[in-house]
C-alpha cells in the first residue's frame, strides 16, 4: 500500500492566537522526501523528529477541520453513523470504540477525536524546510542520480556539502530538484518577506 502526505502552508502574525490558512500544497509521492521530514517509509533517521501538530499558536481551522473528525450524533441521511469518510464526522459511539481500542484519541474536550487513517504529523519552519531541501539534494545525488557521474557528481556533492543550507539556495542542481519541494520553500519565503510573518509546513501521512 502507497504512502501519501497531507501539507498545508499556514502563516501569522506575532502574537496570534491562531495560524490562518496559505493554501493546502503538494508534495507528491517522494519517500525519500518523506523519511527526511518525519522518518516515514526510510530505514534512517529524519531530519526532525515528528512533533505532532503546533497547538500555540493553533493550527488553522482548515487544518483542524481536515486532521480530526468531529463527534456528532447521525443524521438519516448518514445511513446510521460512521459516515466519516464522507463528511468528516464520526458517531459518538464509533469515536468511543476507537479510542477504547487506541486507534485514535479525544481532542478539545471530547468534541473530536483525531482520524486512525493519519498517522505521524509535525510541521517544519522556512528554516527547516531549507535543510531538508540540502539532505535531499545529497541522498538524491547518492542513491537515484545516475545521470550525475565522474566529475560532475563530485562537484555537485562538493558545492552541497560545503555550502550553508541557505547559501545553498543560490544554487540549482537540474534533473534532481525536488520542485514542489521549492516551490513550497519559495511561497514561504515570499509570506515571510511580506511583512512580520512566520510561515509553517504542516502535514501527517496516510498509508
Known amino acids: 500500500m502507497g504512502c501519501d502526505i497531507h501539507p498545508y502552508l499556514e502563516f501569522s502574525s506575532p502574537d496570534a492566537e491562531t495560524?490562518?490558512?496559505?493554501?493546502?500544497?503538494?508534495?507528491?509521492?517522494?519517500?525519500?522526501?518523506?523519511?527526511?521530514?518525519?522518518?516515514?517509509?526510510?530505514?534512517?533517521?529524519?531530519?526532525?523528529?515528528?512533533?505532532?501538530?503546533?497547538?500555540?499558536?493553533?493550527?488553522?481551522?482548515?487544518?483542524?477541520?481536515?486532521?480530526?473528525?468531529?463527534?456528532?450524533?447521525?443524521?438519516?441521511?448518514?445511513?446510521?453513523?460512521?459516515?466519516?469518510?464522507?463528511?468528516?464526522?464520526?458517531?459518538?459511539k464509533e469515536a468511543s470504540k476507537l479510542v477504547d481500542e487506541n486507534k485514535a484519541l479525544y481532542y478539545d474536550n471530547k468534541r473530536y477525536i483525531t482520524d486512525p487513517d493519519w498517522h505521524t504529523a509535525s510541521w517544519l519552519s522556512k528554516n527547516e524546510i531549507i535543510q531538508v531541501r540540502k539532505k535531499y539534494l545529497l541522498e538524491t545525488l547518492?542513491?537515484?542520480?545516475?545521470?550525475?557521474?565522474?566529475?560532475?557528481?563530485?562537484?555537485?556533492?562538493?558545492?552541497i556539502e560545503e555550502a550553508d543550507a541557505y547559501e545553498l539556495m543560490k544554487y540549482t542542481f537540474p534533473t534532481?530538484?525536488?520542485?514542489?519541494l521549492n516551490a513550497t520553500i519559495g511561497s514561504m519565503i515570499a509570506i515571510e518577506n511580506s511583512g512580520d510573518y512566520t510561515a509553517r509546513l504542516v502535514f501527517w501521512f496516510d498509508s
Do not use: W
Open 142 to 159: 547518492n542513491f537515484d542520480a545516475t545521470e550525475y557521474t565522474g566529475r560532475k557528481r563530485a562537484d555537485a556533492i562538493k558545492k
Open 19 to 92: 495560524f490562518c490558512l496559505s493554501g493546502e500544497i503538494s508534495l507528491g509521492r517522494c519517500y525519500t522526501l518523506f523519511n527526511i521530514m518525519a522518518g516515514v517509509r526510510g530505514f534512517d533517521h529524519p531530519l526532525f523528529i515528528p512533533r505532532g501538530l503546533p497547538h500555540t499558536p493553533k493550527i488553522s481551522r482548515k487544518v483542524e477541520s481536515n486532521y480530526y473528525l468531529y463527534i456528532a450524533d447521525p443524521t438519516p441521511s448518514q445511513d446510521g453513523g460512521g459516515s466519516y469518510r464522507r463528511d468528516r464526522t464520526i458517531d459518538p
Open 176 to 180: 534532481i530538484e525536488n520542485v514542489a
